[in-house]
């Protein structure tokens, strides 16, 4: 290149770059139709937003994205680790050391399966919905099996660690079993903390039916 | 002449109050002998008459029936539609389930708008049933006995499949939901209603094959496109559109893994 | 709520299979609504078919029957061209018929 050129080349290539990026989104979104989407992208296009429940809902948190896949397992060692210690740390221990509510509280919570859809009413409190899943008091029987039975947990005693383990596991099981089916009760905001003590009392209070 | 009236009759509901009390029963699937006592016997009957009805009557500013609708199989082809759905279109050149194939039906044969198209396809509680909900039911119904089989030819039709896969895993909303969650083990049960995994031949094929399904405790036909928006809402995540994306490839996942089942729809649900 | 039974009967020999249903609520008055008071109770309490003007079904109903009943009985002796008759009568005195020719 001569450099009598050089002066007017240059304004000329930086113009000829900036129509180039103008017009990059053309031939690139004709492109990307057979590209694939990314499921967020599907997702946000096949939904709307309805009463309390917005699109933000869709977008993943870290752990969710890494346990997107079909074996549960996060595939990066190294990230399954701080995923798991991040879930941990999550936890939030009740703050006056009280771990046990109100067993008879516990039952109602147990078997309400209301809470955060958009035909629920944001102002009432969530159910924790345990039977969907659990096996809890023997004498309910319409219990689901996705997770372990539950009857008898309180076998298990009062003691500090069963006290703490139990209520980390409710708030956020993922810091014993990454990528657990279970919701993050505490972690998410799903229950407050005196619904999570009176959940607690239902499986380890002798008296509550779960242990009878 | 002798009028006599037989032993055969059959109320819907009376023994609806005996499910959930013995959980011996409850593990043996309730329902299965609730549909056998009722044989034939199924309310959506009336609903697919109703659609047939209105598949033949002109409708819209075109004043256009359905007769001339593409459902895959050519202008007017219902019989067998329903088990090749959803598929690749080359007039949209898009991937469509039934329901948004008779959206475009609507917008394109009968000049409705869009938005009157897609004002009301399910049923509220205590509704008397819809228009899509019947034409739905007539169409799978002209499918019963015939073997799911899901074209997987087409690029699109490849690609939706492997979209659908993806949104079935996504994990979203406060309670870390996807479909999987329950969906992808079989004879797992939510309080006592079995859940189909979907990822099986016999527990999609199980699910795909029995929607569009009259549903007793709500007195109507539902579709297979309401049932994944219950999911959704399930989820806690947003409303799921009716003929979306989402919904066409989560379909189109289901109905692969699904082939070769035989269509039995409109069911009976509790 | 009149004209809302929907009816199909079909003929196999001489005998008409009826199949019919009904729109009802078929309120026990043991629910509650949302704002937790009791919804009235509402159901059918009789149910009549006839074939012609002869009565071939009589029944007695009552809160048990769901709502939306689906009715299916068998007449012997039918012909084509008959018409059968659904009438109910509720506990508000309210009532609906639909008819049906046999084919």
């Known amino acids: ?212 | 002449m002798i009028i006599k009236r037989l032993p055969k009759l059959k109320v819907i509901g009376l023994c609806l109050g005996l499910f959930g009390v013995n959980s011996a029963i409850a593990q043996d699937d309730p329902f299965a002998e609730y549909r056998a006592m009722m044989g034939d016997d199924n309310p959506a009957i009336f609903v697919s008459e109703e659609g047939a009805d209105l598949w033949q009557a002109p409708n819209g500013p075109k004043q256009a029936s359905f007769e001339q609708c593409d459902l895959g199989l050519g202008p007017g082809i219902v019989e067998g539609a329903y088990a090749q759905l959803p598929r690749y279109f080359a007039d949209t050149q898009q991937v469509m389930d039934l329901e948004s194939r008779l959206f475009y039906c609507m917008e394109t044969l009968q000049g409705r708008s869009p938005e009157e198209a897609r004002k009301k396809p399910y049923s509220s509680t205590g509704d008397m049933g819809t228009e899509i909900e019947a034409l739905v039911t007539y169409i799978a119904e002209q499918s019963t006995g015939m073997p799911i089989a899901l074209p997987q030819q087409h690029p699109l039709e490849i690609a939706a499949y492997e979209q659908g896969k993806s949104l079935f895993y996504y994990r979203a909303g406060p309670h870390d939901f996807s479909c999987a969650t329950c969906h992808r083990q079989s004879d797992k049960r939510i309080r006592l209603q079995n859940l189909p995994n979907l990822t099986t031949n016999e527990g999609a094929g199980a699910a795909y094959s029995s929607w569009p399904a009259y549903r007793i405790s709500q007195g109507l036909v539902r579709t297979m496109g309401w049932r994944m928006q219950s999911c959704g809402r399930q989820q806690r995540l947003p409303e799921l559109q009716p003929g979306s994306e989402a919904v066409i490839s989560l379909m189109t996942f289901m109905g692969v893994n699904a082939k070769g089942t035989e269509m039995a729809a409109p069911g009976l649900k509790r | 709520m009149a004209g809302q039974i929907r009816i199909r009967a079909k003929l196999e020999g001489d005998v008409a299979e009826v199949k019919a249903l009904m729109r009802h609520p078929m309120e026990t008055g043991q629910r509650k609504d949302s704002a937790g008071n009791k919804i009235p109770a509402h159901f059918i309490t009789q149910v009549i078919a006839k074939m012609g003007d002869k009565v071939v079904l009589e029944s007695q109903w009552g809160a048990a029957v769901s709502q939306n009943p689906f009715l299916s009985f068998r007449v012997k002796g039918a012909k084509a061209g008959d018409t059968i008759t659904v009438e109910w009568l509720d506990n508000k005195g309210e009532t609906d018929s639909g008819e049906a020719v046999v084919k």
């Open chain 1, 1 to 212: 290149m001569k450099n009598a050129y050089f002066k007017l080349a240059v304004p000329l290539l930086i113009s000829i770059a900036l129509a180039a990026c103008a017009k990059s989104p053309e031939p690139n979104s004709a492109n990307k139709s057979n590209e694939p989407k990314s499921a967020e992208q599907i997702w946000r296009s096949s939904m709307k937003a309805k009463n309390h429940v917005g699109l933000d809902r869709i977008t993943q948190t870290e752990l969710q994205k890494a346990c997107s896949n079909n074996s549960d397992i996060v595939a990066n060692e190294a990230q399954r680790a701080v995923l798991q210690q991040q879930a941990m740390n999550s936890v939030a221990f009740p703050a006056d050391g009280n771990y046990l509510g109100d067993w008879q509280r516990g039952e109602a919570i147990a078997g309400d399966g209301k809470g955060l859809q958009w035909n629920d009413n944001p102002n009432e409190p969530n159910g924790g919905n345990c039977y969907a899943c659990h096996e809890l008091s023997p004498k309910e029987v319409a219990y689901g099996t996705i997770g372990p039975s539950l009857k008898n947990y309180g076998m298990r005693g009062q003691s500090e660690a069963m006290l703490q383990y139990t209520w980390a596991k409710i708030w956020n099981p993922n810091a014993y079993t990454l990528c657990s089916h279970m919701p993050r009760f505490g972690d998410a905001g799903i229950l407050t903390e005196q619904q999570l003590k009176d959940v607690m009392a239902y499986l380890l209070d002798p008296a509550s039916p779960v242990n009878k």
